[in-house]
């Protein structure tokens, strides 16, 4: 259906399946068409009987679901190491981050879009035919066309929101032009592992909340006012942190004031 789209909807038997089509002791099938197939529909035709020609159907067995990437058949273990190995898999240092412990799912899953590059930035609209070629600027500098690497790396209104969080925890903020591997060499700038949880969350707290008001201007008009962003980051993060753990006793005065502390105090 996915692959050949004319003649899936040209055909009068969409539910049959390959056997059913193949005419016994012959080497024709038994296609029925609505009217007959022409111009890109003959294209199709010909792409689709040239697959079906190398097909050998063994009338003598029964009809059995298989799984190409295993002979054995389907299960998750051999899914997960096909997944593993597949070009489109993310890089385990992006997972570790991705997932840690204190982050939400809907901050992980926007961290996961933005790690592959599919979020609806103006770039990415524009190659998906969306009609923004006559303002493809950055809607919070209005200076450089918005791409992923813009808005969450080089964009100046951005790196004062993530100069200000590295301030915040007292760690040197290095400017980088790569969104992932900006957000990547963030995180490793903390090793101890309870440190590690909070200081990763408000790293993509920080992607997230800069999205967030990117959107806000988009579709809300709001006004980029930095301290706002900074207020929202820390209750965010104290949010999700007292949230996610009971030991997590301190003050949203002592998170904003002193966060390493309250970290290793988890
Ligand atoms: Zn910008």
Not at 175 to 200: G, V
């Amino acid at each position: 259906m996915a692959d050949f789209p004319r003649l899936f909807n040209l055909t009068r038997s969409k539910d049959l399946l390959v056997a059913n089509l193949k005419q016994p002791n012959t080497d024709g099938w038994a296609f029925q068409w609505r009217k007959p197939p022409f111009g890109k529909e003959l294209d199709e035709l010909g792409v689709l009987e040239n697959i079906m020609e190398k097909v050998f159907i063994p009338y003598d067995r029964a009809d059995q679901v298989t799984w190409k990437h295993n002979l054995v058949g389907y299960s998750t273990k051999h899914a997960y190491r096909f997944l593993e190995i597949s070009p489109s898999c993310l890089d385990k240092s992006y997972c570790k981050i991705i997932w840690s412990p204190f982050t939400p799912s809907k901050v992980s899953i926007f961290a996961w879009r933005l790690f592959l590059n599919r979020l609806p930035t103006k770039d990415n609209l524009i190659i998906h035919g969306v009609d923004l070629a006559s303002n493809p600027n950055c809607v919070l500098c209005g200076d450089y066309i918005e791409d992923l690497n813009h808005i969450f790396a080089t964009c100046r209104c951005s790196q004062n929101v993530w100069k200000w969080v590295c301030c915040w925890w007292g760690v040197p903020f290095i400017p980088t032009a790569n969104a992932p591997l900006l957000i990547t060499e963030l995180c490793s700038l903390m090793d101890a592992r309870k440190s590690w949880n909070c200081w990763a969350l408000s790293i993509l707290t920080t992607a997230w909340t800069i999205w967030y008001f990117k959107n806000g201007i988009v579709f809300n008009k709001l006004n980029w006012k930095e301290n706002n962003i900074y207020g929202l980051i820390q209750a965010k993060t104290f949010c999700w942190i007292k949230g996610k753990s009971k030991s997590a006793v301190f003050s949203f005065g002592d998170w904003c004031q002193f966060p390493n502390l309250c970290a290793d105090g988890i």
